[in-house]
């Protein structure tokens, strides 16, 4: 299983649950090795099967937690989770899970209770430090700014703890105004991120490029009218562009609903496009448009309702010619955000494994000119097919902005929708602690604030020319 081999991981998972009475920890290993395999109905049974069994041990129950979440069963998996840390109330890691589910239903106050309960018993549960300082906006009299600076003040503290005790007081610095305490906190925990990365922007470069070439605009034009994909959205945008807030508008209206972020689309372009021996980017587009439909339909649950169904991935821009090929009805909305707020927004996080481009302003830079010269391309290709929002009028004034995305949209508009702290749909994305606060604008040139510390970012941006404002 941890070296993709799928197919072969599932004969051994099937024999070690074969004839168990007990719950065990294969079962929820078995049933992400399905999901892997695409047959996520065969998963939800075995999880179905294995809470019928007598009570295990609690990583049992921590790996169909995991399961139920990837199965998109989010009521499940957090009743779970609670049920884990009841077994194992001494372990910190299923501490921190539970905070995660917490957090993704807005319950803020309880997510980090979970998270004081695993940093107490023990304080190198680092994510956990990490997660706690972003569920809320941090004041003077209630943060954690002096214990994590006594930890980060430890000689020789390891580059994994540097990072996202770096990131957690950085963001708690930047929450008191103390911005140039903040920034050096997030420097050296991005630094120290990109220090751990095998990673080439160069690379990306060439491949926003070969996209390009992939997709010219004679094979746009022409793509056939199929039925039905008017049902779908697609939210795209770079990360901390306002892709979620766009998304918990628009599931705030009667007969919609969100993916989230899914691979969807990529898996169903993958599975169409014949391994011949051309690259990537051809096969991609060679690919039979109906042959992609039909897959990305069967992935999205779109054939067994009539609701508008949201799929908010974020980097689906790069896929946006063959989902215009395939999906040619599909609503394609491209959430724009001024240049050094985006880039300093995505700058400030961590991503995971995502988005290797976000941890030095080099990289930073010359990502964002190509996606610049990629989403120009798709505005002049699609023409009035590519509906663009600005994050910065969207925030000013929602009712208007998302009135007009709505109609354009094809659903009906209630003002209600921008209440979007009252929306209880689960957010799984790093704004998941932000959309539970009513719509704000604040974070809106917040770059000013850190004006003595981006000309790198400003030099390279302006070089690659794109526009700033003039007082930059």
């Known amino acids: 299983m941890q070296t993709g081999r799928f197919s072969e991981a599932l004969e051994f998972a099937e024999r070690a649950v074969a004839g168990q009475r007990v719950c065990v920890p294969a079962h929820g290993m078995l049933a992400r090795i399905l999901l892997q395999l695409g047959r996520a109905r065969e998963a939800e049974e075995v999880v179905l099967l294995a809470l019928e069994c007598r009570p295990g041990v609690a990583d049992a129950y921590d790996g169909l937690a995991h399961a139920s979440f990837l199965l998109r069963r989010y009521d499940r998996s957090n009743a779970l989770y609670r049920r884990v840390v009841e077994l194992a109330p001494d372990t910190p890691r299923f501490w921190y899970n539970l905070a995660t589910s917490e957090r993704s239903f807005g319950r803020l106050a309880e997510a980090e209770a979970a998270c004081d309960r695993a940093i107490a018993l023990d304080p190198t549960q680092y994510p956990s430090q990490l997660l706690r300082s972003e569920l809320r906006v941090q004041s003077p009299d209630a943060n ?6 006594s930890q980060l003040a430890r000689p020789g503290i ?8 770096g990131y957690a007081l950085g963001k708690e610095l930047d929450d008191l105004q103390r911005y140039d305490e903040a ?5 050296d925990a991005a630094s120290t991120r ?5 990673y ?6 060439r491949k926003l490029q070969r996209i390009k070439d992939a997709f010219p605009p004679e094979s746009l034009r022409g793509a056939s009218r199929r ?7 697609f939210i795209v945008g770079l990360p901390r562009s306002g892709t979620t807030l766009l998304e918990r508008i628009l599931t705030g ?7 989230g972020e899914t691979e969807n689309f990529s898996r169903a372009l993958l599975t169409a496009s014949a391994n011949d021996g051309r690259d990537v980017f051809l096969r991609a587009a060679a690919a039979d448009p109906d042959t992609v439909a039909a897959n990305y339909t069967r992935l999205a649950d779109g054939a067994v309702t009539t609701e508008k169904i949201v799929e908010k991935l974020p980097m689906n821009y790069l896929y946006l010619g063959a989902i215009h090929r395939a999906l040619p009805h599909a609503k394609l909305l491209l959430v724009r955000r001024s240049p050094l707020d985006s880039c300093f927004a995505m700058y400030r996080t961590l991503f995971g494994e995502a988005y290797p481009f976000s941890y030095a302003f080099d990289d930073l830079a010359r990502y964002y000119i190509a996606y610049d010269r990629l989403t120009s391309y798709w505005r002049a290709a699609f023409a009035d097919e590519l509906y663009e929002i600005a994050y910065e009028e969207l925030v000013k004034d929602p009712v208007q902005v998302g009135a007009a995305i709505a109609q354009h949209c094809g659903v009906a508009w209630t003002p209600q929708a921008i209440d979007v702290q009252n929306n209880a749909s689960v957010s799984l994305t790093a704004s998941a602690a932000q959309i539970r606060r009513p719509i704000y604008g604040s974070s809106s040139g917040r770059w000013r604030a850190y004006r003595a510390h981006i000309e790198p970012l400003v030099r390279a941006l302006r070089g690659g020319g794109i526009a700033l404002p003039d007082d930059v």
């Open 144 to 149: 954690h700014i002096e214990e994590l600076q």
């Open 158 to 165: 390891e580059d994994r703890a540097r990072m996202f005790l």
């Open 183 to 187: 920034f050096r906190w997030f420097s």
């Open 194 to 198: 990109r220090r751990h990365l095998a």
């Open 200 to 205: 080439d922007v160069a690379v990306d470069e």
């Open 227 to 233: 039925g039905g994909s008017a049902r779908y959205i």
């Open 253 to 259: 209206l009667p007969d919609v609903r969100s993916n």
